[in-house]
């Protein structure tokens, strides 16, 4: 297995796509494709593939933002593997290149969210290094 870490394309949009179905999304590629093309433009964004043999076999979504209260930190807004590539130490290289990321812009927080009945999840980001800082409930409002 020869893994890289690259910027993703809209090349890569069928695929990121499919693997975002397996986060338990479902995103159209059309979809996916607007979506990304916004993020390419943002210098708030970075959207990371790791491929194998040049097919994509996971991604990530990194954003910069800020609070009031709590200041600026970036935040992993989606990380997935493919099912067959887990337990392999991708996820973990997505993660590290998401810290060069954080330091690059001179910032020293990387949050997650995860939803909380994914223990799998919870504990591969404590393996990352990640420690919990709060549990919280979700709220949205259909506009």
């Not at 870490?5 to 986060?23: F, G, N, P």
């Not at 799998?120 to 990640?130: A, M």
């Amino acid at each position: 297995m020869a893994i890289a870490i690259r910027k993703a394309t809209i090349e890569d949009v069928a695929i990121i796509s499919q693997l975002s179905e397996q986060l338990g999304y479902k995103a159209s590629v059309e979809d996916t494709q607007h979506r990304l093309s916004i993020l390419e433009g943002d210098i708030n964004n970075i959207v990371l593939v790791a491929t194998d043999d040049d097919i994509v076999i996971g991604w990530i979504h990194i954003f910069k933002t800020i609070r009031i209260e709590s200041g600026a930190f970036t935040e992993i807004g989606g990380l997935v593997v493919d099912t067959h590539h887990r337990v392999k130490g991708v996820g973990r290289l997505l993660v590290q290149q998401a810290v060069q990321w954080t330091k690059h812009l001179g910032l020293s927080s990387l949050r997650v969210r995860t939803n909380t009945i994914r223990m799998d999840t919870h504990r591969f980001y404590e393996n990352c290094g990640f420690t919990e800082l709060k549990s919280q409930k979700v709220f949205g409002l259909k506009i």
